[in-house]
């Protein structure tokens, strides 16, 4: 892109870095703020730098927010005695949007791979099992995506609250979810009817 104004380079370079975006579309977007009024790109611009400041993670289910505790946890209308284990902030965003499950979260930001060198430690396996010791649960669900590092780290905490917390009851997500899929892409009704048929975690 040699010929084109160097400010306008550098932004569709920006673009092309997001997931997804290749540089067409990373073009389009360019030319379309340029095209725009400067109120557009000052909003932009401020939304991106709040969403690097005032965004972090909750401090009991972390689950991204911009107040400790989140939201969902500080609802007291939630269900206190089910806590639902999902692999990403994401995750957590399309289980909330199906609108059929309302007790709380517990994101661990990834999933077991030895292979790519994340064990339980990276993950918040820890903090979770810390809840556990300090909230009255009943159930856990185990929402993480049916993938293979998906259904590790779902057997490895089953295995883990089975050992150290064996009156709680642990279910999985139902196989209404395809494996390799991923929650945040699943449709509404898939996820509604994958959580009201959730199946028991053989112990």
């Known amino acids: ?95 909330e949007e199906s609108g059929v499950y309302r007790g709380r979260y517990h994101v661990l930001h990834g999933v077991l791979s030895p292979l790519d060198g994340v064990g339980p430690e990276d993950l918040r396996i820890e903090k979770l099992l810390g809840r556990l010791e300090r909230e009255q649960i009943k159930e856990i669900i185990l929402a993480t995506n049916p993938t293979t590092g998906g259904e590790t780290t779902a057997s490895f905490i089953s295995a883990l609250i089975s050992e150290k917390h064996p009156a709680i009851n642990v279910t999985r997500i139902a196989l209404g979810v395809p494996m390799g899929g991923d929650l945040k892409f699943m449709d509404t009704m898939t996820l509604q009817h994958a959580l009201k048929r959730r199946v028991q975690v053989p112990r």
Do not use: W
């Open 1 to 95: 892109m040699g010929i084109y104004p160097e400010p306008l380079v550098k932004l569709v370079d920006q673009f092309t870095k997001l997931p997804g975006i290749g540089q067409k579309s990373a073009t389009r977007m360019a030319l379309f703020i340029l095209r725009s009024n400067r109120e557009l790109a000052e909003s932009l611009a401020r939304s991106l730098i709040d969403v690097k400041e005032k965004i972090h993670f909750c401090s009991i289910c972390f689950n991204l927010t911009d107040e400790d505790p989140c939201a969902i946890c500080r609802d007291g209308q939630r269900a206190d005695g089910t806590i639902c284990v999902v692999e990403t902030p994401g995750d957590q965003m399309a289980l």
